[in-house]
């Protein structure tokens, strides 16, 4: 029973790390952005639908909205104004990678200051579990959480193969100089890439903050599995991203069966170290060449 | 007051060291690494364990902790060196993330979180060194050899192979040069080197836990190699004295609210990465500004 | 521009600082968590001990203005260890206020070498009574605490089966020690004990052990916002045992929390209406200026500052200088202080004695007083 | 591409070929090139390729973009490892190698994009090719090392880069940075050279310098393969021309023979 109730926990905390590892994926793959401050957007969703619920009182429809704005905007503002000016002059995987981690602290830090660093998480009845049958508790939000992110990877998929953003998206994950060649702007595409990779995190941070809580460290770890998971599903590969997530999610719950919560983080290297040592390219990533 | 600096002072030399270090792999051979701090780590510990049991010589401690990193590195870069950038910088994360869960659990080697207490002063030949003056003295010395060694190296053969190697991995391969064996060398060479660093830093302290040796200390000196330039003798060092002399510069600054300093502190920290990486990429002391990697 | 910025903000404060010390002034370090998770409890322990230096500059019962010069640990003992460097060396503190075992641990070896008094008021790591004489603690230990509480449990309330979620550091491990040594003597038992990082917040996964492990008590061993965090998620996923933890509990953040409310916790025994004029003006001062009651905490540092003006002003008195060293000495030759909550003596190892209540936590914000448990 | 240094040509080039006389058939087959095969998933890059590269003649690969040439390239080089066959160099075979061993045997090549050490001097750049096994000191004291330098010297006179020995590879002009990556292989004391599209986008100047030195290479008992789409080359300082196209290869042979094959031109002139 144990075993089953551990399985489900895992597959709620998996379903929203596959959604947010499946933004970063997103914009690492059609970008080759290395957008470490991605963990900052999940913060930034999560302490503003906070505010905006707690402070503001809004309704929750409200809050999501802000949230998904927030979201949205702030990953698009950097793209155009961090991103764009590192990449005009021969940007180095490691520069774009300092500055979003420069960015990522600033930002925890200014939620500290704004919000208060201690936790804080919503109070919501939907949170408090129900026993479905002996020794296996579910609370509403488990099974929220699944649905959101199930219909957020259908849409996803969607839009991906069906529109023409989707598909440029695509294409200048495979080739850059091939969307130039069909009047697409590899900039353009990039704020686009962005404004989906960000909108992404949003159902994350809010189970997030509906479920365990926030700090404005928050985003910290969220990142460091994102990143696990992207390497683990294969660089590039939307479906391996989400399936490493959910994969990461299990992991760490399952492992507590017999190991403490202090391991979890290290049961999520060691997976990725796993990867990288015998299968580099991922579960589905393409074979990659020097 | 004059304390106060001579302790400013070593944790610089400190820090130096593993800012040079590390911009040997980094800037030099081009292997971005996210866990510096785990060999730094592994440097204390070794050297507080054999202070504590052993003989709390210089030149008995200090050896075995270089000896303890060099051999750690060699384990753990010999299957991640294989893989390209990206995937190195993510192993080097992982590796750090690991290592930091081990640094917690193996309480036996390095007593958790609650660390290791009461390591006794670093004797040179017998006589113990704990005065600030006389200990800042000897991490100069240490800081002044690393620097030697390195300039040397990166002006031999050797450092030419690690800059092609850098500079295009496949060409240095065409060219005959066996990359996994510099690359593994230049490694093993900094974790060790590192390692002295944090010899010292156990020393100096006399007090080290996990605390000092997590991702947030891997990404500090990261940055005071990045800001200060990379590739160039005097970036780490600059970066290092400007990033350890910041926090002290600004509790100072007594019209700051006491509470916010410490996120004060880390918003300066990081803006300075972003504005460095949009305007001056190459890091304060650009060997070729505009440029750089 | 960067480095003429940062070359500036360094000159300037040395021009700072240089003008901030006055002659007159008598200075006390503080290494409190300033910012960070757990910043909650610098602010607590702030006021306790600003208190106090009000009182005792309204009494004039020094010869100068006295200034507590506060420095941030983040409750991490580098920080700890940097801040402390700081105020010996540069400040030249006789006397500096601790928090958090970690930070206390790491401090102790700077405070014997350089003879500079080192007190705590909030870690209650047991072993932070053996970190040499110029460490002080004006808090009971958990030893006191976990005693106390697992007697009331098992004997007045019939409890049996324990499980133990803790921090997986030196308070949390002193705390698994102090259980797994008193349960059985008192006829019950640790059934399992679940160790969490420092800095996990998802506990959905240790609810579902504790609850498969059915207790009668879980015993929270954390502090800080994780504190929090493990509660709601324990009550969230179906733990209905009784909760139960240490001093850590009489913050105002989980004395209002919904989930918390039943669970018991120990303090330091305090009867907050006694007639004793020092209790009764901190009480009645304290209400005054933030308009609720003091816990526990407060009390400590307030009590932690007391000392210092109780054997400075002795030491003035005999024309002694204040160092850390005189100090310690006037410690010794004191047998009573009169602190908060009553006269109160230190143990030769340099750590108050007081009695343990144990209260219930009734959204009143400091408690209900279930039982009191004398000192053993 | 190919239209400026077609006119130049004339002036650079008052014989076809190499300088080699006689027939290429008869010569010691130095590179031999047994059924080789790649797939990149389902791709069929290189398809069943049998090839001979002979020494102290300048083979040239011809074919259409998508060829399948960089791949036989990468696959000689070692840096892709083949799904089938053998490349066999002197006998040996190279199927597993590392590339700096295949590298050590003797067989050095350019890239297509160069992949100079961009950070580094011109003179680094060729001293570093000098140095593959080095550990931390090459060995031979200071008269090695003297001679060494003085090689690098003439290196730089003979590919015109000696003013430029102090600059980064990076601030280099195009020509000069393609000049360099030929440098580099120069010090390496390779038998055999793989050129990848070495004069593509050369001024008419450098193009004759670039005829100049690969002609008094091969005088000097260099082999020469080379990668080109620049008609110039191949009609006219090649030896012997192989005709890839989807990866297979299609011809191979002298260019008269592969020249007049109406099929081949088709495709050639076709898909250009």
């Not at chain 1, 296996?136 to 839009?159: R, T």
């Not at chain 1, 994969?247 to 979890?264: D, F």
Request: glycine share 10%; hydrophobic share 50%.
């Amino acid at each position: 029973m144990l075993f089953l109730q551990l399985l489900a926990n895992g597959l709620q905390v998996g379903a929203i790390y596959a959604l947010t590892a499946a933004g970063f994926s997103l914009i690492f793959g059609s970008t080759k952005i290395f957008h470490f401050a991605h963990g900052a957007t999940f913060a930034i969703a999560a302490y503003l639908f906070h505010f905006a619920l707690a402070g503001l009182g809004l309704h929750w429809t409200f809050a999501v909205a802000v949230a998904a704005l927030s979201a949205v905007v702030f990953g698009v503002l950097l793209d155009r104004l961090m991103y764009a000016p590192i990449q005009r002059h021969e940007g180095s995987f490691f520069t774009v990678f300092v500055a979003s981690f420069g960015i990522g602290i600033v930002v925890q830090n200014l939620l500290g200051s704004v919000f208060g660093r201690g936790f804080m998480s919503v109070s919501t009845p939907l949170s408090n579990s129900i026993e479905v049958m002996p020794g296996l508790y579910l609370s509403p939000l488990n099974g929220l959480a699944v649905v959101v992110a199930i219909v957020c990877f259908v849409a996803l998929h969607f839009f991906m193969t069906h529109t023409f953003i989707g598909k440029g998206l695509r294409a200048l994950s495979e080739n850059p100089e091939l969307v130039r060649t069909f009047g697409l702007s590899p900039r353009r595409l990039s704020t686009y890439a962005f404004a989906l990779g960000s909108l992404l995190v949003v159902p994350g941070a809010i189970f997030t903050a509906a479920g365990t809580g926030i700090n404005p460290a928050v985003g910290h770890h969220v990142m460091l599995i994102s990143l696990a998971a992207t390497i683990v599903g294969g660089i590039g590969s939307l479906r391996g991203a989400a399936c490493a997530g959910l994969l990461i999610g299990v992991a760490e719950n399952l492992a507590m069966w017999k190991l403490g919560t202090q391991w979890s983080e290290a049961i999520t290297f060691a997976i990725l170290f796993f990867f990288i040592i015998f299968k580099p390219s991922g579960f589905f990533g393409r074979a990659t060449v020097s | 007051m004059t304390a106060y600096i001579l302790n400013l002072l070593v944790l610089i030399s400190v820090y130096a060291i593993l800012a040079t270090t590390l911009n040997f792999i980094i800037g030099y051979a081009g292997i971005f690494s996210l866990a510096h701090a785990v060999f730094f780590g592994i440097g204390g510990y070794t050297a507080a364990l054999v202070a504590m049991n052993v003989s709390p010589e210089f030149f008995v401690a200090v050896p075995a902790a270089m000896a303890a990193a060099a051999v750690t590195s060699l384990l753990l870069a010999l299957p991640a060196l294989r893989v390209r950038g990206e995937y190195f910088v993510a192993a080097s994360l992982g590796l750090q993330v690991l290592a930091v869960t081990l640094f917690s659990e193996w309480k036996s080697f390095t007593g958790g979180i609650g660390g290791v207490i009461g390591i006794p002063a670093v004797e040179l030949f017998g006589f113990p060194v704990y005065k600030p003056w006389q200990f800042l003295v000897m991490a100069l010395i240490c800081l002044a050899i690393i620097i030697a060694i390195t300039r040397t190296l990166v002006h031999t053969s050797f450092g030419r192979s690690l800059k092609a190697i850098r500079d295009s991995e496949s060409a240095a391969l065409a060219s005959g040069k066996n990359i996994t064996v510099i690359k593994t060398f230049s490694v093993v060479l900094s974790s060790a080197l590192a390692a002295v660093a944090g010899a010292l830093y156990a020393f100096y302290m006399s007090f080290i836990n996990v605390e000092s040796f997590m991702l947030d200390t891997s990404v500090m000196v990261m940055a005071m190699v990045i800001i200060g330039g990379t590739a160039t003798i005097v970036g780490p060092l600059l970066g290092a004295a400007l990033l350890m002399l910041m926090p002290s510069a600004l509790t100072y600054l007594t019209f700051l609210p006491q509470t916010e300093i410490g996120s004060i502190q880390q918003i300066v920290y990081g803006l300075a990465m972003v504005l460095l990486m949009i305007f001056r990429p190459g890091g304060i002391v650009s060997s070729h500004p505009g440029g750089g990697k | 521009m960067l480095r003429k910025t940062l070359s500036a903000i360094a000159f300037a404060a040395g021009l700072v600082s240089a003008a901030s010390i006055q002659a007159d002034d008598i200075e006390i370090g503080a290494v409190f968590p300033l910012s960070g998770p757990n910043a909650t409890y610098g602010d607590i322990f702030m006021s306790g001990a600003d208190l106090a230096a009000r009182h005792i500059n309204e009494d004039e019962m020094l010869s100068g203005n006295l200034n507590i010069l506060y420095e941030d640990s983040q409750a991490l003992p580098q920080q700890g260890v940097v801040a402390m460097n700081k105020l010996i060396n540069v400040e030249g503190v006789p006397y500096v206020l601790s928090a958090f075992t970690g930070v206390s641990k790491a401090i102790s070896t700077l405070a014997q070498r350089s003879e500079t008094v080192a007190v705590n008021g909030g870690g209650v790591g047991p072993d932070l009574a053996e970190l040499g004489e110029y460490f002080w603690n004006v808090i009971p230990l958990a030893n006191n605490e976990v005693g106390a509480l697992a007697r009331y449990a098992v004997e007045d309330l019939g409890h049996k089966r324990f499980t133990l979620v803790y921090v997986d550091d030196p308070l949390g491990e002193s705390i698994l020690g102090e259980l797994e040594k008193t349960l059985p003597e008192l006829g019950a038992e640790l059934v399992e004990s679940h160790s969490i990082a420092a800095s996990a917040q998802q506990f959905s996964s240790v609810a579902a052990r504790v609850r498969s492990d059915n207790p009668d008590v879980v015993y929270v061993a954390s502090y800080g916002s994780q504190q929090l965090q493990i509660v709601k998620q324990l009550r969230d996923n179906g733990v209905k045992a009784q909760i139960a933890s240490y001093s850590a509990f009489s913050v105002p953040e989980l004395q209002e929390q919904a989930e918390a409310q039943g669970a018991l916790f120990t303090t330091q025994s305090i009867d907050w209406d006694s007639d004793d004029p020092v209790t009764k003006r901190f009480v009645d001062d304290y209400k005054a200026e933030h308009d609720k009651n003091p816990t526990s905490y407060i009390a400590n540092y307030y009590n932690a500052v007391r000392v210092f003006g109780l054997l400075a002003q002795a030491l003035e008195e005999q024309d002694k200088e204040l160092t850390g060293a005189n100090l310690l000495a006037q410690r010794k030759a004191t047998e009573t202080f009169e602190l908060v909550g009553g006269e109160v003596s230190f143990q030769e190892n340099g750590t108050l004695q007081a009695p343990i209540q144990v209260l219930e936590v009734d959204g009143s914000g400091s408690g209900k007083v279930v039982s009191v448990k004398a000192a053993e | 591409m190919s239209a400026e240094p077609v006119t130049a040509r004339e002036t650079a080039n008052p014989a076809p070929g190499s300088g080699f006389t006689g027939s290429t058939d008869d010569q010691e087959v130095l590179l031999e090139i047994n059924s080789l095969s790649k797939n990149f998933g389902g791709l069929q890059a290189i398809s069943d390729v049998s090839l001979n590269l002979r020494a102290g003649i300048i083979t040239t690969l011809v074919g259409p973009n998508g060829a399948g040439k960089t791949t036989l390239f990468n696959m000689i080089t070692g840096h892709i490892q083949p799904s089938q066959g053998d490349v066999r160099w002197q006998g040996e075979s190279l199927i597993g190698k590392a590339p700096w061993r295949i590298a050590r045997k003797g067989i050095a090549r350019t890239f297509q994009d160069l992949r100079l050490f961009t950070h580094m001097t011109v003179e680094e750049n060729i001293l570093t090719m000098m140095e593959p096994g080095s550990w931390l000191w090459q060995p031979g004291g200071k008269s090695r090392k003297a001679r060494r330098y003085s090689k690098v010297s003439q290196i730089m006179d003979r590919t015109g880069l000696t003013a430029k020995r102090h600059t980064r590879a990076l601030d280099l002009a195009y020509a000069e940075r393609k000049f360099l990556s030929l440098a580099r292989i120069m010090a390496t004391d390779s038998r055999l050279w793989l050129l990848d599209e070495p004069a593509s986008g050369l001024d008419p100047n450098s193009y004759n310098l670039f005829l100049q030195l690969l002609r008094e290479e091969v005088k000097e008992g260099i082999t020469v393969c080379i990668i080109e789409h620049n008609l110039d080359i191949v009609v006219n300082i090649s030896d012997r021309i192989a005709f890839l196209d989807q990866g297979r290869l299609l011809a191979d042979g002298e260019p008269e023979t592969i020249l007049n094959d109406p099929a081949l031109a088709a495709i050639y002139f076709g898909e250009r």
